[in-house]
Nanobody, 125 residues
Framework: QLQLVESGGGLVQAGGSLRLSCAAS????????MAWFRQGPGKEREFVAI????????LYADSVKGRFTISRDNAKNTVDLQMNSLKPEDTAVYYC??????????????????WGKGTLVTVSS
């Protein structure tokens, strides 16, 4: 069973950058597409980005396209989310998730098999 642990959250001013990392253990990390979701205060969990098993294909939510970049290192069993030009509306708990398939096509929480516990990102105005 895959275990996921996120790190890298914190407080940043609007316009700043943060890099989140998710470390995987206990499973076949390289066979799963990996995704980031987020849940803002009083909001439902929403899709942010997903990357295929090989790293060759990615998909982003419109709200973060051009500002966030997802990447993975299968040798280290990690998936990162580089977040630039952060906005107050990016404030949320960010979750790492493992897709049930290897393809970067799913954007629903129900398509994910494993979840981390999340890391909080706060963007001040």
């Amino acid at each position: 069973q895959l275990q996921l642990v996120e790190s890298g959250g914190g407080l940043v001013q609007a316009g700043g950058s943060l890099r989140l990392s998710c470390a995987a253990s206990g499973g076949t990390f390289s066979k799963n597409a990996m995704a980031w979701f987020r849940q803002g205060p009083g909001k439902e969990r929403e899709f942010v980005a997903i990357i295929s098993w090989s790293g060759g294909s990615t998909l982003y939510a419109d709200s973060v396209k051009g500002r966030f970049t997802i990447s993975r290192d299968n040798a280290k069993n990690t998936v990162d989310l580089q977040m630039n030009s952060l906005k107050p509306e990016d404030t949320a708990v960010y979750y790492c998730a493992a897709d049930r398939t290897s393809l970067a096509v799913h954007t629903k929480t129900s398509d994910m098999d494993y979840w981390g516990k999340g890391t909080l990102v706060t963007v001040s105005s």
